[in-house]
């Protein structure tokens, strides 16, 4: 079987220890994940099996949603709960109306400087590592997108918000640039993921769920064959004649006879189906050739 199991990673373990609970259970030789939570994060972990492993970057490119906590008057040098705290503020005086007007403010493009404890390489060492040792490296900011910011509550000193933003987007270190410009510091409590592009949290399956999960049942919340879990991206039939190219990794040429739209010219990716509708392969679009070459062929 090639799925991809929308999972509801728990607090306190790595993405990789998801994974590998996922395998154990359902017995399965090949999985991966397509995007890292760090250990205090719950929510949202697509994990791919099998055949699917293969197109584990299509879902890291997606956009993300997360619910965050942070604790302001506090930061730490992880910029999480996790690490050692480097300045402490006793008296916080904003009000919610600050707070939210500075949250709202990181609305819109933002650079970030990505955090040294993460696991971006320098020479190819894990920066986290680094970090351990006492090392700091310089690191470029990165430009990430924050489509939407909201706030939810606040329990002082803990204000909670949603934030819908760009692949690459740390929120812990979105928490420290908070902080900072509130005056008073501030580090990630909690955070949940609750979107993968279409996927939503409440669409997930807890690991305690996947005991009792039979495979062979049609329609089981969070688990998706490789076409459905792709159905965002625009599709391409091609005809009987065409399909031992493709199963060749050989590009596609445009032509009348096919239903080529223009949402295909600029799509992350394109499923390439058989004429009963079976999921070939997965192309893209060049514009100099005016083909559809194959990035992703399925045997």
Not at 169 to 178: E, G, K, N, S
Not at 201 to 210: A, G, M, P
Not at 242 to 260: C, D, R, S
Request: aromatic letters at 6%.
């Amino acid at each position: 079987m090639d799925l991809i199991i929308s999972l509801n990673k728990p607090k306190d373990i790595t993405s990789q220890d998801a994974v590998t609970r996922v395998k154990k259970i359902l017995k399965f030789k090949k999985a991966g994940h397509t995007g890292t939570l760090d250990p205090m994060a719950t929510g949202l972990l697509l994990v791919c099996i099998n055949k699917a492993t293969r197109l584990a970057s299509y879902f890291l490119n997606l956009d993300k949603e997360y619910r965050a906590v942070m604790k302001l008057g506090e930061a730490t040098d992880t910029q999480d709960a996790y690490g050692k705290i480097i300045s402490k503020t006793d008296h916080i005086d904003v009000d919610k109306a600050v707070i939210e007007e500075t949250i709202k403010s990181f609305k819109g493009n933002i650079l970030q400087q990505p955090p040294m404890f993460s696991a971006l390489k320098h020479e190819g060492e894990p920066l986290y590592k680094l970090a351990r040792k006492g090392i700091e490296i310089e690191r470029e900011s990165r430009e990430v997108n924050i489509y939407d910011i909201e706030l939810l509550d606040i329990n002082m000193p803990y204000v909670t918000f949603r934030a819908a933003c760009s692949k690459g987007t740390y929120i812990r270190t979105l928490c420290d640039d908070i902080g900072k410009k509130l005056g008073v510091g501030a580090h990630l409590s909690e955070l949940e993921r609750t979107k993968i592009g279409t996927f939503r949290i409440e669409e997930s399956l807890y690991i305690e769920e996947l005991q009792s999960l039979n495979l062979n049942e049609p329609d089981n919340k969070g688990v998706y064959t490789m076409d459905e879990a792709l159905s965002w991206m625009p599709e391409l039939k091609i005809n009987e004649e065409m399909i031992k190219a493709v199963m060749h990794g050989n590009p596609i040429k445009i032509t009348e006879e096919l239903v080529f739209s223009v949402a295909m010219k600029t799509a992350l990716g394109i499923r390439i189906k058989s004429p009963d509708g079976s999921l070939l392969a997965i192309g893209s679009y060049s514009a100099e050739k005016n083909i559809v070459k194959m990035d992703v062929v399925f045997g």
